[in-house]
């Protein structure tokens, strides 16, 4: 069997150890007609592979097992289709998100809600992962990406995008809306660009001026910087630019989804992207 390099993970540990080993594995073959073999040419690093690596998450199983191949932001070339492959040809560049495979057969999987079926497997939780030179998928779970796009530009949409995304278009976006970005980091940048592209009224919220700084180059109208003093924070949303429409939460921190609660008009929507410890809020 051909060999490929990948980046091990066999024991937790802080990333300053390098737990990831440069290891020579079995390379991942065509194993069903319906598979594509991807030649990886970037993988992004997301912060919950962090996670992960350094064994915060191992109480709640994640990674599932060791040794692991992390990584599951993927872009690379296909270099060969199995024989009942029509989406794909050898020489076709695609990505993979995450969500590596599903049965297809569930209520879920039926409904299009993959992502929530009891038999998913997720990319970067076993030897299949991002870290390596290649890597196996069906073709209904890799898309295709513009063969002149780079690597390191497509990947991490394949996770930070495809998140931004699906929060942006569940605040139900349109033209002139007021919606509030809380939050703007790896995800919330994106979520900035992708609510402009709807004409959204943008407002960002961050407590790191320099991210500010990017929102307000990518398009945001409004950016406002988060402290501690939450009335000072929701007085300035209001001043500038009155109660929101909607609000999009990626800051881990029971404060920032309260204050996005507390800044949207009755009726309004809140996308919680990520959460600290479970808000407590008066519902009336």
């Known amino acids: 069997m051909s060999k490929m390099r990948a ?85 076709d560049h695609a990505g993979i998100s995450p969500l590596l495979e599903s049965c297809m057969k569930c209520q879920y999987c039926k ?34 990406v513009p063969n002149g796009m780079k690597p390191e530009y497509a990947a991490p949409l394949f996770c930070a995008g495809i998140t931004a995304y699906k929060a942006v278009k569940a605040s139900e976006p349109s033209h002139g809306k ?22 959204v009224d943008v407002t960002a919220i961050s407590r790191n001026q320099k991210h500010l700084d990017v929102a307000k180059k990518l398009g945001a109208s409004t950016i406002i910087s988060f402290s501690e003093d939450q009335n000072k924070v929701l007085e300035e949303i209001k001043d500038k630019v009155g109660l929101l429409d909607a609000a999009i939460v990626f800051a881990p921190a029971d404060i920032v989804t309260d204050t996005a609660i507390k800044a949207v008009k009755k009726g309004g929507l809140i996308v919680i992207g990520t959460i600290g410890e479970i808000s407590s809020f008066v519902a009336f």
């Open 7 to 91: 980046m091990v993970l066999s024991e937790l540990g802080p990333v300053e150890k390098k737990p990831l080993k440069l290891t020579e594995i079995d390379r991942h073959e065509i194993q069903r007609p319906n598979e594509i073999l991807i030649k990886i040419q970037g993988c992004g690093v997301c912060h919950s592979q962090l996670h992960g690596i350094e064994g915060d998450w191992k109480e709640l199983g994640i990674p599932p097992q060791l040794p692991t191949v992390p990584g599951h932001e993927v872009v690379g070339e296909i270099i060969e289709v199995g024989s009942e492959v029509t989406k794909f040809k050898v020489g």
């Open 111 to 144: 409904e299009g809600k993959q992502q929530l079926c009891e038999s998913s497997t997720i990319l970067g939780e076993s030897l299949k992962g991002g870290y390596a030179e290649y890597v196996t998928v069906t073709e209904d779970f890799a898309t295709k």
């Open 178 to 199: 007021k919606i509030g970005i809380f939050g703007i980091g790896g995800v919330g940048h994106m979520a900035v660009q992708f609510a402009k592209l709807d004409g």
